[in-house]
């Protein structure tokens, strides 16, 4: 029954700002790190983003560094994901995960059904 559910997704212009958020639904994540994913069309779904139990370790993919910042509640049910900078190459479906932290897809055990992010030129 538990549940991840994103929001925040939307169309931007390059250079703009987005701020995803992670909702979760049937119980909590604090004991689980949280991560960011996205999915572009014809690519296989990649790394952003995890943070640790604690919110204290940080980890990002080098396309993104300097650009995002991923952060969690203070009760570690909620997860966000700031954008700036935003380029074209970001636009895709983004996944919010909860897992063991790590940057693979089978690190993570709960999945939301993702939000879409247009970055126009």
């Known amino acids: 029954q538990a549940q991840l559910v994103e929001s925040g997704g939307g169309l931007v212009q390059a250079g703009g700002s987005l701020r995803l958020s992670c909702a979760a639904s049937?119980?909590?994540?604090?004991?689980?790190?949280m991560g960011w994913f996205r999915q572009a069309p014809g690519k296989e779904r990649e790394f952003v983003a995890t943070?640790?139990?604690?919110?204290?370790?940080?980890d990002y993919a080098d396309v993104v560094k300097g650009r995002f910042t991923i952060s969690r509640g203070r009760a570690s049910s909620t997860v966000y994901l700031q954008m700036n900078s935003l380029k074209p190459e970001d636009t895709a479906v983004y996944y919010c995960?909860?897992?063991?932290?790590?940057?693979?897809?089978?690190?993570?055990?709960?999945w939301g059904q993702g939000t879409q992010v247009t970055v126009s030129s």
């Open positions: 995960a909860a897992g063991g932290y790590g940057v693979g897809l089978r690190d993570y055990y709960y």
């Open positions: 049937g119980r909590t994540f604090i004991n689980y790190a």
């Open positions: 943070i640790g139990v604690s919110g204290g370790r940080t």
